[in-house]
């Protein structure tokens, strides 16, 4: 039995189908002679909200990569909806529509409005007729707060509301999917909190459907608050998997409980 057939068998509240939206299956990646992700097995629900937690270097990032083929795999397979990666051309390009991902940093194009960022995927990928991406991106600028800047170019923005753009962007492509690689990390400390609750809300919506998330982040809070599973990695394995409330509470493996400790007593 693998860690992710055991993670959350005693979770009776586990949103989602017993049909897994992605299945990681023996992982293995290397950076030259860095064993970045070693036999990393994990499912996710359609619905859950994963999120991925550890020291720096764990390959915490690396394993959010992979799963829109960022970053290649050396051994091993990943699939969602139950198809393999596609490795390169139209299947991977198709794929990625699929997947939204929100990174440290914006990347937002400076040249372009709020507006036109956030509609860019729709009309050159989706080919949605220009009205209708308005109106999509519209939608989603206004779920994340910052509709009245549509008309702004993202150096007029905070940092907070760029990021808030940036996932009004991934969310207007419909992905089944969110990746989040530790999107609060460049951000100021009063910002954090605003991009936070973008996502809670997400995790945690007042009406329709949870968003399946795997989010990557130092945010204790974050992961307390929204996560359906934590995950916990070290030397590039995943060596502990649990609700937040057990994790948190009842750490298993000496390696957690020594990560715990250091950064719950600041």
Known sequence: MTVS??????NPHQPGTDDPLVVLDHVDKHFGDLHVLRDINVSIRRGEVVVVIGPSGSGKSTLCRTINRLETIDGGTISLN???????????????????????????????????NVTLGLTKVRKTPKKSADEAAMRQLKRVGV???AGKYPAQLSGGQQQRVAIARALAMEPQLMLFDEPTSALD??????????MVGLAK???????????????????????????FMADGQIVE????????????????????????KH
């Open 189 to 198: 400390p009063e910002m954090i909190k605003e991009v936070l609750d973008v």
């Open 82 to 116: 139950g198809v393999p990666l596609p490795e390169e051309g139209k299947e991977l390009a198709a794929l990625r529509a699929e997947v939204g991902m929100v990174f440290q940093s914006f990347n937002l194009f400076a040249h372009k409005t709020i507006l036109e």
């Open 241 to 264: 998997e649990n609700t937040p409330e057990e994790f948190f509470t009842n750490p298993r493996s000496d390696r957690a409980k020594d990560f715990l400790g250091k950064i719950l």
């Open 205 to 231: 919506p007042e009406q329709g459907e949870p968003m399946t998330m795997v989010v990557v982040t130092h945010e204790m809070g974050f992961a307390r608050t929204a996560a359906d599973r934590v995950l």
């Open 5 to 10: 057939d055991t993670a959350t068998s005693d």
């Open 147 to 149: 509709a009245e800047q």
